[in-house]
């Protein structure tokens, strides 16, 4: 059996630039930014009304809601998300994510 021309037997295995693990782990960080995107979102357009760049008070909110929302997606893919580091590690990543972005190309003074 051949995958990408190369050779495959039930010991060794070549991928092309990826492998499947990879490429899964890589869809479900998408699918929680997005979910997180879903609920951030609504709360950019609140905090808009009143724009402070670099607020610590907005980092703490997008903590929130990220939190919140990476929760909720992790126990809809039957995950425990407070026993996991990746779930705290996701959430305050996509916080400063979108904080950044939201002070850096969203806020208007």
């Given at each position: 059996?051949?995958i ?5 037997d039930n010991?060794?295995?070549?991928y092309l ?11 479900l960080?998408f699918?929680?930014?997005i ?7 609504p709360?950019q ?8 760049r670099?607020?610590?008070l907005?980092l ?5 809601i990220a ?9 809809l ?6 026993s996991?580091?990746?779930h ?6 996509a ?9 850096i190309?969203?806020?208007k003074?």
């Open positions: 059996m051949y990408y021309n190369f050779k495959y010991s060794f295995a070549i630039f990826f492998d499947w693990y990879s490429l899964l782990n890589s869809l960080n699918f929680y930014l979910f997180s995107l879903i609920f951030t979102a709360v357009f609140v905090l808009n009304i009143k724009p402070k670099f607020n610590i907005y703490l909110i997008y903590a929130t939190f919140i929302a990476t929760a909720f997606a992790m126990i893919l039957g995950e425990k998300p407070f996991m580091l990746s705290y590690i996701f959430s305050t990543l916080a400063i994510l979108f904080w950044f972005f939201d002070s190309l969203l806020q003074e």
